[in-house]
C-alpha cells in the first residue's frame, strides 16, 4: 500500500528483476540522486524484515548519514525502509512492484511519508528542501534511472 506521495513508473522487465536492484541498498547511489548508498549493519547482509543499513546522503554541499531499517520485504511484490536520524524519526520510503499482463514488464510505485514532528521539519530545513514536491522529484529521477539501467542490461 503506497504513501499519498508517490511516483510510479512502468518497465520492459519482471518485478522481481527491479525489486533486487531496490534492495541492493549498498548500490542504491547508482539510480537515487540524494542517497549515495552504504551498508549493510548489525550483522545484516541484505534485505530482510529487521535489517539494518547504514545509509549515506548527499544534496549538493550537504553531507548526512542515517540509520534505515526495513520494515517490509516481499520479493517482487513490496518493499519498505523506516529511516531515522540520531534515533529521530525522518521518514517511510516504500516500493510495491506489480507485473503487468502478458509479461509485458512491471509497474513500480515509489513513496514516501515524512515522519518528522513539526520541530524537527524546521531544523531540518537547515539540510536543504525535504517538502513532498522535492521527494516527488527524487522519486521521478529514481524511477527513471531504474528503468534506464534494465534497458541497458
Not at 525522518?90 to 516500493?95: E, I, Q
Not at 510495491?96 to 524546521?122: H, I, M, N, Y
Amino acid at each position: 500500500m503506497a504513501y499519498p506521495i508517490a511516483e510510479s513508473l512502468e518497465m520492459a522487465v519482471p518485478a522481481l528483476t527491479v525489486w533486487e536492484m531496490v534492495t541492493d541498498l549498498p548500490r542504491m547511489g547508482e539510480w537515487s540522486p540524494e542517497n549515495q548508498g552504504g551498508r549493510w549493519a548489525k550483522g545484516a547482509t541484505g534485505p530482510a524484515p529487521g535489517a539494518v543499513f547504514a545509509g549515506h546522503n548527499k544534496s549538493g554541499l550537504r553531507r548526512w548519514s542515517t540509520r534505515v531499517e526495513v520494515t517490509e520485504c516481499q520479493p517482487g511484490k513490496a518493499f519498505e525502509i523506516g529511516v531515522t536520524f540520531m534515533r529521530l524519526p525522518v521518514a517511510h520510503w516504500r516500493y510495491d512492484f506489480e507485473d503487468l499482463p502478458g509479461g509485458a514488464g512491471c509497474k513500480v510505485t515509489e513513496s514516501w511519508q515524512d515522519d518528522r514532528s513539526p520541530w524537527q521539519a524546521v531544523v531540518g530545513r537547515v539540510m536543504g528542501d525535504h517538502s513532498a514536491k522535492h521527494a516527488r522529484t527524487e522519486m521521478a529521477t529514481t524511477l527513471a534511472n531504474l528503468a534506464k539501467a534494465t534497458s541497458a542490461n
